[in-house]
């Protein structure tokens, strides 16, 4: 089932990845939620277990359906808008997963570079392993107006700050720095 981000046009429901890459709403589509309608309970093929097992490692493969059903629906293609939010409150494990269960969907590369830790969300991030990598990033669109953002160091105090202007130019992001933005929208590492 997925919800497009105009709320005046009713939820459509797809049955498969194919459906919903081929869909012309693809690109006004806020979310996506996939179900499992299958035989009996879950029993995850080798393939499934694999993405169940990057997405939350230790769980056992045949408790994870609603692993695999999240990492499912991130593959679906979703707007710019929609994005942020959506990769945004993910982990980077099930990115991780949704990036290896579709790596040719048309957002494939986008997913990848959430995965990587080369994009970010509003909210706060550190410069580590598991969380952004080091280097330039800067703000992929102009913000509405309101964006803030700061750059901690690794002992707490204030590197830098700023708003749109400032964002949009770059900032260094260094080991065990901490970016937290705010109404900002997508960060991104500069090549």
């Not at 459906?19 to 939620?33: D, F, I, M």
């Amino acid at each position: 089932m997925c919800s497009n981000l105009n709320e005046a046009v009713p939820d459509v429901t797809y049955t498969s990845l194919t459906e919903v890459w081929a869909s012309t709403e693809y690109v006004r589509l806020a979310s996506c939620t996939a179900s499992y309608e299958g035989p009996g309970p879950f029993e995850p093929t080798e393939d499934e277990a694999k993405i169940i097992s990057i997405a939350e490692p230790g769980i056992s493969p045949s408790d994870g359906l609603e692993t695999y059903l999240t990492a499912l629906a991130l593959c679906t293609r979703v707007s710019d808008e929609a994005a942020s939010g959506l990769f945004g409150r993910n982990s980077r494990q099930m990115l991780l997963a949704a990036s290896e269960l579709c790596p040719r969907a048309p957002q494939g590369k986008i997913i990848g570079l959430w995965a990587s830790g080369e994009r970010a969300a509003d909210g706060e991030y550190a410069v580590e392993d598991g969380g952004l990598v080091p280097g330039k990033f800067h703000l992929r669109k102009t913000p509405p107006d309101g964006c803030t953002w700061s750059v901690a160091g690794s002992d707490g105090s204030q590197k830098a700050a700023g708003g749109a202007a400032e964002g949009q130019s770059g900032i260094v992001l260094e080991e065990k720095d901490v970016l937290t933005s705010d109404k900002c929208g997508i960060w991104e590492k500069m090549e």
